[in-house]
């Protein structure tokens, strides 16, 4: 079985998912931690020094997105090219640079550069080979083994939040940078001595003199189970999809306790802790998700529609009732809806609409992402200087409850053509 057979490979990634879930949170988790080091004077939250701080760290999240957008799409041409196991190795490296760096600068460009760095290692180099890998080495439940990654980014990011409080109140708010950068290199341990399905299965059709790869019997099983083209539009709108649920997962991630400190009242602890409650419902999500698609057999679809659905509908509540309690189970819910593997499980679905070599496809569709992760903090940043960083946050809010109402358009259009292109519905029960 190529599950057990290729296990470090799958512990690789995940461990390298791990390590990306407190990545990702780093500078809006030590937001004033960092600007402080940075220079900024943010002893005075009306001040107009303290906003600037703010726009500073937002503009590291958004050079930090412009990396995963600028890499993405090459990244995966290059591990079709290469293998996976190189990809892993070198993205392991940058994020060892990326956090060390970190630690020491006292810039906020030399740490909006590292942000850079940080998003062409996750995409450039993790996204683009460690996404195919768990496929290839899990091939009986692919869209299982792709949802895995979801939770251990959530589970990472359920506890980092209360560290970087915890480790701040205690006056010791690097260690915060120094976790990630001790599991960075125990990434490069694992993908050093980790063997990657592709890379084998390359090197073995090399040594036969073949060109011919296994994956391209696999594409072309897929399209002809296709009874008519996709179109253009439909394939534009499986890339597109990662831009819908990246903005919203991604303004929630690094947004929730902003908005928590802002309008719910609540102190850093507490704020800090609603992007815990946002983390474990992903981790349920990822959980239940996994059971529903594996074992009852539930199309990547009907999963989306569930989920584009359970999203509007708790960003509406988020916006529209301030009381504690609701907010809270309102981002529990939230959290099941757009960051329980709807990333990953869109991913799956363009591989079934437009069949191709997997790291092209992931590279192309975690472009659409990259493009997300970008935006949403510039937006923020250029809001929070005009308005000041509570209007901006509330603002945010309302833009990604619009995207989400466009996210459960776009799968139901996705669901009407599946059943065009292959004969079947996708909400149908499975045999």
């Known amino acids: 079985m190529k599950a057990k057979k290729y296990i470090w490979s799958m512990i690789c990634v995940y461990m390298a998912y791990l390590t990306h879930g407190m990545q990702a949170l780093i500078f809006s988790q030590n937001q004033v931690n960092f600007a402080t080091k940075w220079g900024f004077d943010m002893s005075n939250p009306e001040s107009a020094a303290y906003a600037a701080g703010v726009a500073a760290v937002s503009t590291a999240i958004a050079w930090t997105g412009f990396g995963k957008f600028i890499s993405v799409w090459i ?30 600068t006292n810039n906020a460009t030399v740490a909006a550069i590292m942000g850079l760095l940080g998003g062409i290692a996750t995409s450039g180099f993790w996204d683009a080979s460690g996404y195919p890998a768990v496929q290839e080495a899990y091939p009986a439940a692919p869209g299982s083994a792709l949802i895995m990654i979801k939770f251990f980014v959530a589970l990472s990011s359920i506890f980092y939040p209360l560290i970087c409080v915890q480790t701040a109140a205690a006056g010791n708010w690097k260690i915060n940078i120094v976790i990630p950068l001790v599991l960075s290199c125990v990434v490069l341990v694992f993908a050093c001595i980790a063997r ?52 919203v997962m991604y303004g929630a991630q690094q947004y929730t306790k902003a908005f928590g400190l802002a309008y719910c009242g609540l102190s850093e602890m507490q704020a800090a802790s609603m992007t815990t409650m946002y983390q474990v419902g992903s981790i349920v999500a990822v959980a239940f998700w996994a059971v529903m698609m594996s074992k ?18 708790s960003l509406l509540a988020v916006l529209l009732v301030h009381q504690v309690a609701i907010v809270y189970i309102a981002i529990l819910i939230l959290g099941f809806g757009c960051a329980g593997g709807a ?15 997997k790291g092209r496809n992931t590279g192309i569709y975690y472009t659409f992402m990259g493009a997300a992760s970008y935006l949403m903090p510039v937006i923020v940043a250029k809001l929070t200087v005009i308005s000041g960083e509570s209007k901006a946050v509330y603002t945010l809010m309302t833009l990604m409850f619009i995207l989400a109402v466009v996210q459960v358009v776009a799968t139901l259009y996705l669901i009407l053509r599946y059943k065009k292109v292959f004969g079947t519905t996708p909400l149908a029960k499975a045999e």
């Open 75 to 104: 990244g995966g041409e290059i591990s079709d090219r290469v293998g996976r196991k190189k990809l892993m190795i070198g993205g392991a490296i940058l994020y060892i640079i990326c956090f060390a760096t970190m630690f020491v």
């Open 196 to 247: 990657f399905v592709y890379d084998d299965e390359k090197a073995a059709n090399a040594g036969a003199g073949s060109d011919k790869r296994a994956d391209q019997a696999e594409i072309d099983a897929a399209k002809a189970r296709q009874l008519v083209a996709p179109g253009k539009f439909t394939a534009f709108l499986t890339y597109f999809y990662a831009f819908l649920v990246m903005a």
């Open 296 to 313: 009852l057999k539930w199309h990547p679809l009907k999963v989306l529609i569930v989920d584009a659905v359970i999203t509007a509908g």
């Open 343 to 357: 990333l990953q499980t869109g991913l799956s679905v363009l591989q079934e609409f437009v069949p191709g070599p």
